[in-house]
């Protein structure tokens, strides 16, 4: 195979923020030796999961074999993982923001017919629900573990207690219609068609798009990480991989 140097669209931050996590990590567990160092194991788990880079290009470009490559990945994902905010962190931060806005999202992955569980009918394709709460600015704040795609989003909402922990820090939310019937905080446009709409629903259904909008942004940067816009993993590594790239956005966005 050919390889040849490429670049990251990332700031130096991720780069720093994984070599010491790694580095901590290598102490705790006393390795003495490894192939690469921390800086080069951290260049490699970060080229997988921005742009998507299969295990045998990462093996090829880093001089490793393609076992090696996968377990390297998958220590940087565990090590970031757990440094994500849980929900109730989440609540912290959210109660000291005017709103947030709440959202799922569908993450691809490579299911066939017979995976019924994974498919969403409303996305047609099959994938993995994720819940986000974002700030008013479109920053991500925190994402859900992820849930077959068949899943409803008020229904994975209600699962994570994401309705419930809203209502008892008393933040008023923003959702679109999937959310229909919750009680609490959560706010979701009139249904209906907009001809049978009286003139002050309408009015208010596109106010309540112009806030939501803000939320298609910050999907757009979470699916900047080319690696959740198709997952060819097992789906019980999933909810690891966006806890850890949930992670690294929070610190290049910071």
Excluded at 104 to 120: C, E, K, N, Q
Aim: charged share 20%; proline share 4%.
């Amino acid at each position: 195979m050919l390889v040849y140097p490429s670049g990251l669209d990332l700031s130096t931050s991720a780069l720093r923020l994984v070599r010491r996590e790694l580095a901590a990590h290598r102490r705790r567990i006393g390795t003495r030796w490894r192939r690469l160092t921390c800086a080069r194991q951290a260049l490699l788990a970060l080229a997988h999961l921005r742009c998507g880079h299969t295990f045998t290009q990462l093996a090829a470009g880093f001089g490793v074999g393609l076992a090696t490559a996968h377990r390297y990945v998958s220590e940087v994902v565990e090590v970031l993982a757990v440094l994500a905010p849980s929900l109730h962190d989440a609540m912290t931060v959210a109660a000291t923001k005017a709103f947030v806005i709440l959202d799922g999202t569908l993450l691809p992955i490579d299911r066939i017919a017979a995976d019924r569980p994974f498919y969403s009918g409303k996305h047609k394709m099959h994938g993995m629900n994720v819940q986000v709460i974002t700030d008013p600015f479109g920053k991500v704040i925190w994402a859900s573990p992820a849930l077959p795609g068949a899943v409803h989003d008020i229904k994975a909402a209600r699962s994570h207690g994401v309705i419930d922990a809203l209502t008892a820090a008393d933040v008023p939310c923003w959702a679109d219609k999937a959310y229909q019937g919750p009680d609490g905080t959560v706010r979701v446009p009139y249904r209906g068609r907009r001809d049978k709409l009286s003139v002050g629903q309408q009015a208010v259904n596109r106010s309540h798009a112009k806030i939501r909008a803000l939320d298609e942004q910050a999907m757009a940067t979470l699916k900047s990480w080319r690696l959740l816009r198709k997952l060819r993993c097992s789906t019980n590594r999933i909810t690891d991989i966006v806890r850890a790239v949930l992670v690294l956005q929070l610190v290049t966005s910071a």
